[in-house]
C-alpha cells in the first residue's frame, strides 16, 4: 500500500466454474504476536482453542472443510502467497488432491532425465558412521531455477493461446510447459508440469509461471484454461466490495467479523444466481472471438 494502515486478511476458498467464482467458506488469519497476546485475544473475543496457522496451513485446513461439506471439485487452484510453500503442496499431494499454482521465478526443479542418470549413479562404498539419511551428492541431479529452464526452450515450443475475452478483445499470450520434478535442496518429488507465460512478441507484460502435478496427457491448452480461472476470484472480490460492503466491516469481535463475511457470502451467492445462464459456454485455444463472462454484472433473470 506505501504506507501503514489497519485492516484484515481473510483466507478464502471458492468454487470457481469459467464465469463466475462462489464463496464457499473463509477464515480470519491471525498474526503469531495476536495468538500469544491473551488480553488481546479476551478484547476480540478470540476462541482459547485458537493457535497460530499460517495461511497456507487455513487453506489447507479450509479445503478439507470444502471436501467434508461436499463441495464437487476437480483440483485446487492459488495464487503464489500459497504455491511458493511447499508444505501447501506435500499437504495437497498428501490429500491426493490435483492442483495448479502460481509460483515464483526461482521455483526450484529438475529434469527428469537428470534425475534418472543421477540415480544410476554409484556412490563410493561408506564403511563407517551413521547410516545416511539424504542421498549422496553423487544421486543427486542439478538443482534448476524455474525461469532459467523456461527461457532455455526453443521459440518454436511457445505456442499463443487465447483464452478468453477480456474488455478490449481477446487475452492472448504464450504459453510452453515442461515436464519437471519440483525440488528443494537435495530432496526431488513427484513429476508435475512446469508452465511459463510470456507476452506475444512486439507486447508489454510480465512473465509469469506455474506448477502443476496433472497427468504427462494434460493438453497445455487444458493447463492454460486451469491457471487462468483466478480472475473470477479477484472478480468476486471486487463484486463483494462494490455490491455488499465485503470491505465496510467496522467491528473489532472475531465472531462479528465472521457473520458479517458469512452474510456478505450469502449475499452475493443470491446475487449470482440472478446472473442468466451461459449457454454452450466455450473455451477457446486459438485467437478468435470467444465469449466472455465480463458483461453485465449482476441482471436479474427474465
Known amino acids: 500500500m506505501g504506507k501503514t494502515a489497519n485492516g484484515q486478511v481473510v483466507v478464502t476458498t471458492h468454487y470457481v466454474d469459467p464465469y463466475y467464482a462462489w464463496h464457499v467458506n473463509g477464515r480470519l488469519y491471525l498474526p503469531e504476536t495476536w495468538t500469544q497476546d491473551n488480553e488481546r485475544r479476551r478484547r476480540a473475543g478470540i476462541p482459547e482453542a485458537l493457535t497460530f496457522e499460517t495461511k497456507p496451513e487455513i487453506a489447507l485446513a479450509l479445503t478439507d472443510e470444502a471436501r467434508e461439506a461436499g463441495v464437487p471439485f476437480q483440483l485446487v487452484v492459488a495464487d503464489s502467497s500459497y504455491g511458493d510453500y511447499p508444505t501447501f503442496l506435500a499437504g495437497l499431494e498428501a490429500r491426493e488432491l490435483s492442483y495448479v499454482v502460481c509460483v515464483a521465478c526461482d521455483f526450484g526443479v529438475r529434469l527428469p532425465a537428470e534425475v534418472e542418470a543421477a540415480a544410476q549413479q554409484t556412490p563410493p562404498v561408506k564403511k563407517r558412521g551413521r547410516p545416511r539419511k539424504h542421498p549422496h551428492p553423487a544421486q543427486v541431479a542439478p538443482l534448476h531455477r524455474a525461469d532459467r529452464v523456461l527461457a532455455s526452450q526453443a521459440e518454436e515450443a511457445w505456442q499463443p493461446i487465447t483464452w478468453r475475452m477480456g474488455a478490449e478483445g481477446p487475452l492472448t499470450k504464450q504459453f510452453v510447459a515442461v515436464r519437471a520434478h519440483r525440488a528443494i535442496g537435495d530432496w526431488t518429488g513427484r513429476q508435475g508440469w512446469l508452465v511459463g507465460e510470456r507476452p506475444l512478441p512486439g507486447k508489454e507484460g510480465e512473465r509469469k509461471f506455474y506448477w502443476s502435478d496433472l497427468p504427462a496427457t494434460t493438453p ?83
Open 220 to 302: 497445455l491448452a487444458r493447463l492454460v484454461e486451469v491457471v487462468h480461472r483466478r480472475p473470477s476470484i479477484e472478480r468476486g472480490y471486487q463484486d463483494g466490495k462494490g455490491f455488499t460492503g465485503l470491505d465496510a466491516y467496522p467491528a473489532r469481535k472475531w465472531t462479528s467479523f465472521h457473520h458479517h463475511f458469512v452474510i456478505d457470502l450469502l449475499v452475493l451467492s443470491w446475487l449470482a444466481l440472478q446472473r442468466p445462464a451461459v449457454e454452450n459456454p466455450v473455451v477457446c485455444v486459438e485467437p478468435q472471438a470467444v465469449q466472455s463472462p465480463d458483461e453485465p454484472l449482476f441482471p436479474l433473470r427474465t
